[in-house]
């Protein structure tokens, strides 16, 4: 099965850390999506990419986050000085942008960050 | 409204049919999905309904779409117990297409 992977499954840090999390899309899928998820909200969207390109970005997305998908294939995304408010499930999803824009989103498993 | 709204809660007896509803915000929506996320883990796509569309049905599972309410639902029928997760309705909006627009989700509970 060559689904969405996402890596690390959990992360604990402390308070002020950096951390970065990497996203495997699905091979032939051409966008990549970040969202965030606290407990007992729906996913939120944080940016995505097409291709390489960074096509939109949340509010969400302070100036502590940062995403990349340098080659259009993998995805990173870097929280810079964590906070506790940073504790979360993200999700990376990915889609095939073809004819139209009605592909859905697969999503991977999520990493889950806890800021202590 | 701006959110995407679920009831949160849902019990049924295990046999029975589970209608799980959704009010979403975009008349111009082009496209309405269901997905189910259980403990832990990410969000599996159930299935999805084109605006032209009032009906769809694939195997147990049956959405229904009323645009001029902007309503969906979905129905699973013989509901049994691996079905206990959690359902999120999701819309792509025509104003901000690329991106979906999740609700809180609502937990469904299945007895035996």
């Known amino acids: 099965d060559t689904g969405v992977s996402q890596d690390p499954r959990h992360k604990i840090t402390k308070r002020g850390q950096n951390v970065t999390f990497r996203c495997d899309p699905i091979?032939?899928?051409?966008?990549l999506y970040w969202y965030r998820q606290t407990l007992g909200q729906g996913p939120e969207f944080l940016t995505y990419?097409?291709?390489?390109?960074?096509?939109?970005k949340s509010r969400l997305l302070s100036d502590r986050f940062s995403a990349e998908r340098p080659k259009g294939s993998f995805s990173t995304l870097e929280i810079q000085r964590t906070e506790q408010g940073d504790s979360a499930m993200y999700l990376c999803?990915?889609?095939?942008?073809?004819?139209?824009?009605?592909?859905?989103?697969?999503f991977g498993n999520g990493t889950r960050l806890t800021v202590t | 409204g701006e959110d995407v709204e679920q009831s949160l809660f849902l019990s049924v007896r295990e046999g029975d049919s589970s209608v799980i509803n959704c009010t979403y915000t975009d008349s111009s929506s082009t496209y309405l999905y269901w997905y189910k996320q259980e403990p832990g883990a990410g969000l599996q796509l159930l299935t999805y309904?084109?605006?032209?569309?009032d009906m769809k049905q694939d195997q147990r599972l049956t959405v229904l779409l009323n645009k001029k309410d902007k309503h969906l639902s979905l129905r699973i029928a013989d509901t049994q117990t691996g079905d206990s997760a959690i359902y999120f309705c999701a819309e792509r909006r025509g104003s901000t297409l690329g991106r979906l627009y999740f609700g809180r989700g609502t937990q469904l509970t299945v007895w035996p």
């Open positions: 999803a990915s889609s095939s942008y073809g004819q139209g824009d009605n592909s859905p989103l697969h």
């Open positions: 990419f097409q291709n390489e390109a960074q096509l939109e």
């Open positions: 309904i084109f605006s032209n569309m």
């Open positions: 091979s032939e899928h051409n966008r």
